[in-house]
């Protein structure tokens, strides 16, 4: 299936990417995050167990067990720190 | 209710004036400003950037304010909050909150702003004498949070 993923902040920054459409073979976002840490380098090392990182699927914020449907975006960003 | 992300500034005054305007019912508006300090963490903050996600900005705050308004009976809501370029002194966020009595409106402000703290897709970058840096979240956000959801 195929995703459009979304970077924010500072693994925007660290990606040197926005935004990008990822031909996804998993199931959830774990699997998505895995696949994507299998790159190596800054992916391996932003998206390594105990980083912080939120997850969103069409907007909402989502646990990594979750299911990502066909043609989702997705979202992939450091904790929030607005107000 | 009224939701914006905008880079302009806000005037307090004329949201809480917006909001009582030809309301008899109304009997406390409690608000909250969020203002850029000049230092954090031990540094200097020259100026700071905040960088958002359109679209699940607006999203993440019309759910934390419908939450707002199913806890407690409210009759309005205003947040108001700044993307960009900020300097010191400069306001980031504005929280309105208008009922009949003032424990509604004291609860439901703050419960927006622990919630906008900790949900709404917002980041903040500081220029400080030492270069660049994204801020991190805090654990005491986390904490003030979660403390409606305990009670």
Known sequence: MNLRVLYFARLREHFGLAEENVDFAGATAADLVAQLQARGGVWAEELAAGRAFRVAVNQDIVTLDAILPDHAEVAIFPPVTGG | MKILVQAEAFDLGAEVNAISQ??????????????????????????????????????????????????????????????????????????????????????????????????????KKEETPEGERWVDARVSDDAAAARWTDS
């Not at chain 2, 850029?36 to 359109?54: F, I, K, W």
């Not at chain 2, 419960?111 to 949900?119: E, G, P, Q």
């Open chain 2, 22 to 123: 030809g309301h008899t019912d109304i009997g406390a508006i409690a608000s909250f400003v969020g203002l850029a300090r000049d230092s954090n963490e031990g540094s200097g903050v020259q100026a700071m950037t905040l960088e958002h996600y359109p679209g699940m900005t607006e999203k993440a705050l019309a759910a934390l304010v419908d939450e707002a308004r199913s806890r407690w009976a409210l009759l309005d809501v205003t947040v108001i909050h700044r993307v960009g370029r900020l300097l010191p002194g400069d306001s980031i966020v504005l929280v309105a909150v208008a009922s009949s009595h003032r424990g509604e409106a004291f609860a439901a402000c703050e419960y927006i702003m622990d919630a906008l703290k900790t949900r709404a897709p917002f980041w």
